[in-house]
């Protein structure tokens, strides 16, 4: 069955360290990949995207995530944190023409 | 920037009773779907519709589901007879193409069932 798996429920890093949320997914053939990031009771703000070509790939707020096809991977990260990163991430992932599969989400906590 | 606007942001209804949650999604796009989050779990698909019907739906979506697009423009999900597990964040999407699957969500309805 197709799967996303983000092993990391709580993750808490201080003010402007780097951050590094993990994603794995479980396709028989490589799926469009994406970030969404998710504020206390708000909707889901697409973040990046991977479908094909570099595999490092650049979004919004600063992030980015690089996609490796042997460890079937799609990690997020983030140079230095700022305090409005805190937040719920959510991995997806989706064949051609498909409904999104989510990951479990990792709530990101930071300390001032 | 275009956006899926989604109404009412919070919905409380008795057990028992229908309620419709509404999405406009974006103009171009031609797939919509809606999902649910129930509180502190994972995002779950329920259905996706595409050129007037259901193209796919999960074992979620079962008799007391059903969606609608009533004009050109809104989209519309019904639970006929709410249950408490019903109780979630309803999220509409909807995504331009199948070769561009980026899906972009709206703000969500709170639906509240007591």
């Known amino acids: 069955a197709q799967s996303v798996t983000q092993p990391d429920i709580h993750i808490t890093v201080s003010e402007g360290a780097s951050l590094e949320l993990r994603c794995n997914y479980s396709y028989g053939a490589t799926p469009y990949l994406f970030w969404y990031v998710q504020s206390p009771g708000q909707g889901l703000q697409l973040l990046l995207k991977?479908?094909?070509?570099?595999?490092l790939v650049q979004g919004i707020k600063g992030f980015e995530a690089e996609f490796k096809r042997s460890q079937s991977s799609f990690n997020l990260r983030k140079p230095s944190v700022h305090w409005s990163d805190a937040a719920e991430y959510f991995c997806?992932?989706?064949?051609?023409?498909?409904?999104?599969?989510f990951g479990p989400g990792t709530r990101l906590s930071v300390l001032p | 920037e275009p956006e899926v606007t989604q109404t009412p942001s919070h919905q409380v209804t008795q057990m028992g009773q229908e309620v419709i949650l509404r999405c406009v999604p974006i103009?171009?796009?031609?797939?919509f779907y809606w999902y649910r989050q129930i509180l502190g779990q994972k995002v779950e698909f329920l259905v996706s519709?595409?050129?007037?019907?259901?193209?796919?739906k999960s074992e979620i979506f079962d008799d007391q589901f059903s969606v609608e697009r009533p004009d050109g423009s809104n989209f519309t999900l019904k639970i006929r007879s709410t249950k408490l597990e019903d109780s979630a964040m309803y999220f509409c999407a909807s995504s331009e193409a199948r070769d561009r699957p980026e899906a972009f969500f709206g703000q969500g309805t709170r639906l509240t069932v007591v």
């Open positions: 991977y479908f094909s070509g570099d595999t």
């Open positions: 997806a992932a989706t064949i051609y023409g498909q409904n999104f599969v």
């Open positions: 519709f595409y050129n007037n019907e259901i193209s796919e």
């Open positions: 103009s171009n796009h031609l797939y």
